[in-house]
């Protein structure tokens, strides 16, 4: 065969009787042509293998990651869906009977689905550098199109779960190290050249690389897959329905022969879309970030190439590395030359563990630290396009840093402030341009937590809002933004997280039994533990900033001091709301012998609605004064703020997987317990008109 072309694919024999099958283009086709491009992919695959003289088959991906929206919006009409899927998945099989090498080239980044279709291949080389992975699981989907068929054949459903689960992009070093790349290749190499080389020498690679293992019953070590499948369980607490439907399809298909598991997963991958966690997550963690990602592209580009952060504490450090590592020179400064320094050091820490890990190089690192100054000299931040005061959350001292320090910026530049609580407008009092001040609150460890938190003052001018915008996208961060008040979004509705398990705790309810509950309705840490880490002192000093606490919030401050008075502040101390085992790397919830245990029938549902409802009641609120500009602001800074459980979609989603009605009524029930139970009578309105914030992937705007 010579080199032909079709309507979506370039053939071109690149060697005698060796051909590379290679998309003509790598725009994402809509769903139609989705399916009618691989289709068509496949048809030309297997009139290939069909030639006897053909010696091999070498292919690029031949699609874009899908639109999971679109696929979504494909799957409603389900056995369609399933019909066109289960007759995709089942041609692919041609490529294991084949007996001839087909190479899968994976020449770019290759995510989700695309890198699905590169699994059918009998071998696989990629460029070490490229990302690869399986998102599905953040969106409460699982890996469909042969994807965990393949790769439980490729590992062992013991390994493959475990992969097939993190719902991470990873890079093609780590996935040679799973054993799901092949052979990988360096910048230089010529990918051509060495796919076909791995054609010439097909003997040598042997029959185990090359075909999966599904002609043939699999031996299984049926206790790791036990413990695999536990452990991923537990990690999700079994909330996330794409990672249950992952470890149900690896387990409904041992032993099966390949087409009838592939038929398995097909069908159980068509049906998964119908989840109401699904939707929401989908909403969220897909449609909801990608928007905030693209959320002022329109605006006037606004690129900084130095930033000065004031204060080199753990936030202020992290800044500066998430700033160094996004190639921007930060100058960290503070009272004196050895707290800058040793800010600095924080960078050295990460990047170490990242060279321990094989995730960077010794030059890379240098690189970095290298955009890092520390300085105990504040002139060295003249001419600074953003300037972030990263001190202590304190009103007055953040009021006069901002004030002596907003002379240095840039005249373009904006100034931001890191604070969890206090007004924007009441900090921004002192400084002379009150419309470029703003907040920019990041979250601590700064390297690992995606979100930063805009915050627009009263006087902050639309602009300053839009240049904070694309410095979190050059710093890699998801944006939300919130108006102006004490405590914002985030940091309220986490106050309120703490303040309910406090309120149990008083009215007699075992820290143990609210951390359990916590834990299996999905947060990642129980209010206690997450308590004890930041620090009870802290919490106090952010109760003492509030313009006025409610007699719930009083109690809780009373309770909080006498914790501090006894010594428990928190893990650093040894002692808080645990007891921790510094030698045994081990903690136990502290037991108050002055509260007596009332409720030790108290359920664990009611527990887990208390937590779960009263962030949600909280964030209804910060939408209904105007702090929120829409629902899935909240929902995104919920989820990566502050570690709403991630398989409710957020705050709004939560409410509506529920019901605006049944959660109106549940709140209700819990009236009595405190101001942070009083319900807006514009909820109450909502709930006799059964309105929903979503309706499925659109946003519903609240009555006028």
């Known amino acids: ?8 694919f370039d053939i071109q024999q690149i060697a005698a009787n060796i051909y590379w099958i290679k998309p003509r283009t790598t725009e994402i086709p809509s769903i139609d042509h989705f399916f009618d491009k691989l289709h068509q992919f496949m048809d030309l695959a297997t009139k290939l293998i069909a030639e006897p003289a053909t010696r091999g088959i070498i292919y690029s991906p031949p699609v874009e990651d899908l639109d999971y929206l679109a696929l979504y919006k494909a799957a409603e009409n389900n ?14 099989t041609i490529f ?7 190479i899968g080239l994976l020449d770019r980044s290759c995510r989700g689905t695309a890198f699905s279709i590169m699994l059918w291949a009998s071998y696989r080389i990629a460029f070490q550098d490229l990302e690869i992975g399986f998102l599905e699981a953040k969106y409460g989907l699982f890996p469909g199109f042969g994807a965990t068929i393949v790769t439980s054949r490729l590992l062992g459903p013991e390994q493959a779960i475990p992969l097939l689960t993190q719902g991470v992009s990873y890079s093609a070093l780590e996935g040679y190290q799973h054993g799901i790349i092949n052979r990988l290749l360096t910048p230089e190499q010529d990918p051509i050249a060495s796919a076909v080389e791995c054609i010439e020498n097909f003997a040598e690679i042997t029959q185990e690389q090359i075909a999966l293992r599904g002609q043939r019953s699999l031996e299984i070590d049926e206790e790791q897959l036990v413990q695999a499948s536990t452990f991923v369980i537990k990690r999700t607490n079994g909330l ?3 990672i249950n439907a992952c470890i149900e399809v690896v387990k409904r298909t041992l032993g099966l022969p390949i087409k009838d598991a592939l038929l398995v997963e097909a069908e159980v991958f068509s049906m998964s879309w119908k989840s109401p966690q699904t939707l929401s997550m989908l909403r969220t ?3 909801g970030i990608k928007q905030a990602l693209t959320h002022n592209l329109s605006a006037a580009p606004f690129k900084v190439n130095k930033i000065g952060i004031i204060g080199a504490g753990m936030m202020g450090a992290g800044i500066a590395y998430q700033a160094a590592k996004s190639g921007v020179t930060a100058i960290l400064c503070d009272q004196d030359i050895l707290s800058a320094e040793q800010g600095k050091q924080y960078a ?7 060279i321990q890990r094989h995730q960077i190089c010794k030059l890379q690192q240098n690189e970095l630290l290298a955009r890092i100054y520390p300085t105990a000299d504040y002139d060295k931040l003249t001419g600074t396009q953003l300037i972030i005061e990263a001190i202590f959350e304190d009103r007055n001292l953040k009021i006069e840093v901002s004030r002596q320090h907003a002379r240095y910026l840039h005249e373009e530049g904006i100034f931001a402030t890191n604070t969890t609580s206090i007004p924007i407008t009441d900090l921004c009092e002192s400084v002379p341009h009150p419309e470029r001040y703003l907040g920019m609150h990041f979250f601590s460890p700064v390297d690992k937590m995606p979100l930063v938190e805009i915050i627009k003052g009263k006087k902050t001018s639309d602009e300053t809002v839009a240049k904070a915008l694309h410095v979190a996208y050059q710093l890699n961060k998801i944006p939300i933004v919130v108006h102006d008040g004490p405590a914002f979004f985030t940091s309220r509705i986490f106050f309120n997280y703490i303040l309910e398990a406090i309120t149990m705790l008083l009215e007699g309810i075992s820290g143990a039994k609210i951390e359990q509950a916590a834990r299996e309705a999905g947060f990642a840490v129980g209010p206690l533990a997450v308590l004890d880490e930041v620090s009870v002192s802290l919490m106090i000093n952010v109760y003492d900033q509030l313009p006025q606490m409610h007699a719930s919030q009083q109690r809780c401050y009373n309770y ?13 101390t040894g002692q808080g709301l645990y007891d921790y085992d510094v030698t045994a790397s081990t903690k136990k919830v502290w037991i108050d012998q002055d509260l007596v245990a009332l409720n030790e029938q108290y359920s664990d549902g009611t527990i887990k609605n208390r937590l779960l409802h009263v962030m949600a009641l909280d964030s209804f609120r910060c939408l209904n004064e105007g702090i929120l500009a829409n629902a899935i602001d909240g929902d995104i800074g919920s989820v990566l703020g502050v570690g709403y459980p991630a398989h409710t979609g957020g705050v709004f989603s939560h409410i509506d997987q529920i019901g605006v009605h049944i959660f109106l009524e549940q709140c209700a029930a819990f009236r009595s ?4 139970w009083e319900i807006p009578s514009t909820l109450e309105d909502l709930a006799s008109t059964n309105f929903s914030f979503y309706n499925k992937f659109t946003p519903c705007p609240l009555p006028i």
């Open 79 to 92: 056995t369609d869906f399933y019909n066109k899927l289960s007759k995709l998945v089942l041609s692919s």
């Open 240 to 242: 996330n329905p794409g």
């Open 96 to 102: 294991q009977t084949a007996r001839k090498p087909i």
């Open 673 to 676: 317990l405190g101001q942070q």
């Open 560 to 572: 909080l001091t006498k914790l501090v008075e006894l010594g428990r502040n928190g893990r650093k």
């Open 285 to 287: 963690h897909y449609m």
């Open 1 to 8: 065969m010579d080199n032909t072309a079709s309507q979506y």
């Open 348 to 354: 050295e820490k990460i990047t170490n563990k990242q």
